[in-house]
C-alpha cells in the first residue's frame, strides 16, 4: 500500500539548533518528491521537489535530500519565523499522498 | 500572479444545508485539486481535474460531495446535505505541465464549519 510517513510528528528547537525532518514513503513509480512549508490559517506553500534518488534542493536555511526510501528535509541554524508545519507529498504513477506533516516551533 | 483565490474564506452552516465552495485556479494550469484537511487525518485529496475534466474522484467520501469544473479559472465543490462531521479546511490547488509540472499552488483554504 502506497504511503508516506513524516517524524517526528512535532520538533521543538532553540534558535541556532540545526535539526532535520524525516519522511519515508512505499509508492510504486514515484514520479516527484515535494515538500511544503504551511503556516496556521494557510494553504501549503510550495519549497522543493525532487525527482530522483541523490537529488539535493537548497533553499536559505533549508536542504532537501532523497534517497529510494525516504527524504530528509535539513534545517540549518533556524530562527523563529522558520516555525510552521512542513508538509511531505510524494507523487505515484496515479496519485498524490501527503505526509501529516511536522510541526516545528523555534524558540528565540 | 494572484494565485489560487477561494472563497468564501469561512463558512458556518447548520446541518442539512447546502454548501458551496468556490475555486479559481491561476491563470494557464492545466489541473486542479480538491483536499480537505482535517486534525485527525491531515490533507487528503478529494478530486483531481485535468483540462476540466475529473481523473479521479475515488478520495471523495460520500455522495453528497460533488465537484464541478465549467471551464478552465473556475471549480466548486458541493456538500449536500451537509453534516458535522464534513467540518473542515477545504483547500484547492492547481499546477500545469512543463517542466515544473506537478508542483501543486495552493489556494487560501475555506474553512466549514457545520452545526
Known amino acids: 500500500e502506497d504511503q508516506v510517513t513524516q517524524s517526528p510528528e512535532a520538533l521543538r528547537l532553540q534558535e541556532g539548533e540545526s535539526s532535520s525532518l524525516n519522511c519515508s514513503y512505499t509508492?510504486?513509480?514515484?514520479?516527484?518528491l515535494f515538500w511544503y512549508r504551511q503556516d496556521p490559517g494557510k494553504g501549503p506553500e510550495f519549497l522543493f521537489t525532487?525527482?530522483?534518488a541523490g537529488e539535493e534542493k537548497e533553499k536559505e536555511r533549508l536542504k532537501a535530500t532523497l534517497t529510494k526510501k525516504e527524504s530528509f528535509l535539513h534545517i540549518t541554524a533556524p530562527k523563529p519565523e522558520d516555525s510552521a508545519t512542513y508538509l511531505c507529498?510524494?507523487?505515484?504513477?496515479?496519485?498524490?499522498?501527503f505526509g501529516s506533516g511536522t510541526k516545528l516551533n523555534v524558540k528565540p | 500572479d494572484a494565485g489560487v483565490i477561494q472563497s468564501p474564506r469561512h463558512e458556518v452552516t447548520e446541518m442539512g444545508q447546502e454548501v458551496t465552495l468556490r475555486c479559481k485556479p491561476i491563470?494557464?494550469?492545466?489541473?486542479l485539486f480538491w483536499y480537505r484537511q482535517t486534525m485527525m487525518r491531515g490533507l487528503e485529496l478529494l478530486i483531481y481535474?485535468?483540462?476540466?475534466?475529473?481523473?479521479?474522484d475515488s478520495g471523495m467520501p460520500e455522495d453528497r460531495f460533488s465537484a464541478k469544473m465549467p471551464n478552465a479559472s473556475f471549480s466548486t465543490l458541493k456538500i449536500q446535505p451537509s453534516e458535522p462531521r464534513d467540518s473542515a479546511v477545504y483547500f484547492c490547488?492547481?499546477?500545469?505541465?512543463?517542466?515544473?509540472?506537478?508542483?501543486?499552488?495552493f489556494g487560501a483554504g475555506t474553512r466549514l464549519s457545520v452545526l
Open positions: 491563470s494557464g494550469h492545466n489541473s
Open positions: 490547488a492547481s499546477s500545469r505541465a512543463g517542466p515544473t509540472k506537478n508542483i501543486q499552488y
Open positions: 481535474f485535468n483540462n476540466n475534466v475529473p481523473i479521479d
Open positions: 509508492v510504486s513509480g514515484l514520479r516527484g
Open positions: 525532487l525527482y530522483s
Open positions: 507529498a510524494v507523487q505515484g504513477t496515479d496519485k498524490f499522498y
